[in-house]
């Protein structure tokens, strides 16, 4: 796809030189405004208008969406009126209420004058929800059908108004606003009878979310009942919109990138990689990498008060390295398991000694396993390879206790902190691999000279 785009950038490059309109916009005509948006964002900038004002109203409209948000911003500074309310008139409510929330002040307030008295009140609606919340991600425009409709009406209805909605496969029976029932586009077009009342149709066993449910949590719901749209209900029960499937796996992908990003030591950005400038990565990085080196002098501590017994068995040192990366890595493995299970609502805090014995039971077998290969490679590689005569069985046995001491803490402290972190309001990703190696380093060494001093010493 890389080289498709690269190739299809120096066409569409010479064809602006020679100024054949036409054949840009027959080429762009054809592909999907996500494709149109990725090649105009990578264009010289002074070509990137020009290409927009060449493509139809509607995947104009589907590109302008897809873009960053600072090119949206630089697109619309340079639209006229009539441009700017074509476009606007192509977004859905929670479209345009993503692009309002990305723009400064200025740039609001001419979205907003461009907008009609309807759809300025809506978008203010759900920009009065708390971020994060069902209520900030749904769209008012779904398909509402009364009590006493037939299936014929629902039809027409559909044919006359589906095209403004973001979602009619599934449609919505209501009353006073109340949500009474759903039904889908399916069941009305294979109804017997055109006159038959939806009311004998519905379901009425309807899954909803409250405005200010947690996105991410709405989201799941999706992959659990397999939706293509979810009905939104305020604290009175009355439907105020849906979340569709779409909006639900941006959710998903952006809370999938903000714990991936946590995971690693880094603050969440908003920015793709390729958008962001080095200083703003280095913003991003810097905090945790600082927090991680200053929080690494407890390991630099504990080694320089065990220096004189490093200084007698130097051989000890050696093996420093190897114990504080495999109870990182223990670590690292529960968090990673126990933070995606959390995440898809597998676990909760009253799990925490079901998880605690699971992990002690494979931390056992895991270190058992790790300790006899250690001991191998150590009298193999380091005594008889290497010729390191101060490398005795008592030494490898030392290094093997402590690996597999430390395997057992490491798992338990990596299953344990993402769910007390959920519990005390956390995000659990916090808890994962960085701040876990750190402690797992110092309580590894704590072990090891520990374990050593007690039998070598």
């Not at 010479?14 to 964002?41: C, F, H, P, R």
């Not at 200083?279 to 990498?289: A, E, M, P, S």
Request: glycine share 4%; with cysteine.
């Amino acid at each position: 796809m890389a080289d498709l785009n690269v190739t299809l950038e120096k066409t569409l490059d010479t064809l602006l030189a020679e100024k054949k309109y036409s054949s840009v916009k027959d080429i762009l005509s054809t592909m999907a405004g996500e494709d149109v948006a990725a090649i105009i964002q990578e264009l010289p900038d002074k070509s990137g208008p020009l290409i927009f004002r060449l493509l139809p109203k509607k995947i104009a409209a589907d590109a302008f969406i897809e873009m960053e948000s600072d090119y949206q911003e630089t697109l619309i500074r340079g639209f006229s009126d009539v441009e700017l309310t074509a476009i606007l008139d192509e977004l859905y409510v929670n479209e345009a209420v993503d692009l309002v929330e990305e723009m400064p002040a200025n740039v609001v307030e001419r979205i907003l004058s461009h907008v009609d008295a309807a759809t300025r009140k809506e978008i203010n609606q759900i920009l009065q929800y708390p971020e994060n919340s069902a209520g900030s991600i749904m769209t008012t425009e779904y398909v509402s059908l009364r009590l006493g409709t037939t299936v014929g009406q629902a039809i027409q209805m559909i044919r006359k108004n589906g095209s403004d909605k973001k979602s009619f496969y599934t449609c919505y029976v209501t009353k006073n606003r109340k949500l009474l029932g759903r039904l889908s586009v399916k069941d009305l077009l294979l109804a017997k009878d055109d006159d038959l009342l939806i009311d004998e149709l519905m379901k009425t066993n309807v899954i909803s979310v409250n405005t200010h449910a947690d996105q991410e949590e709405v989201a799941q719901m999706f992959s659990k009942y397999n939706f293509m749209a979810l009905p939104v209900v305020d604290k009175e029960e009355r439907m105020v919109g849906i979340i569709s499937f779409d909006d639900a796996i941006d959710v998903l992908e952006d809370e999938t990138t903000e714990d991936i990003e946590i995971m690693a030591g880094m603050t969440p950005s908003d920015t793709t990689y390729l958008h962001s400038s080095p200083l703003n990565l280095f913003k991003h990085r810097i905090g945790w990498l600082m927090l991680l080196m200053i929080s690494a002098t407890f390991t630099g501590m504990i080694i320089s008060n065990f220096e004189n017994a490093l200084s007698t068995l130097v051989v000890l040192t050696a093996f420093i390295p190897m114990l504080m990366d495999t109870g990182g890595n223990s670590g690292s493995q529960s968090s990673v398991t126990v933070i995606r299970s959390i995440s898809l609502g597998e676990l909760e805090f009253s799990d925490l000694m079901k998880v605690i014995w699971k992990e002690i039971r494979t931390a056992v077998l895991c270190g058992i396993a790790l300790a006899v290969v250690c001991f191998v490679k150590i009298m193999l590689v380091d005594r008889l390879l290497l010729g390191n005569t101060d490398v005795t069985v008592v030494v490898a046995l030392v290094v093997c206790v402590t690996m597999a001491l430390t395997v057992l803490v490491a798992k338990v402290i990596g299953c344990t902190l993402p769910l007390v972190a959920k519990k005390l309001g956390f995000d659990p990703a916090v808890m994962a691999s960085p701040f876990i190696t750190t402690i797992v380093d110092a309580i590894s060494l704590l072990v090891y000279f520990g374990i050593a001093k007690a039998v070598l010493f």
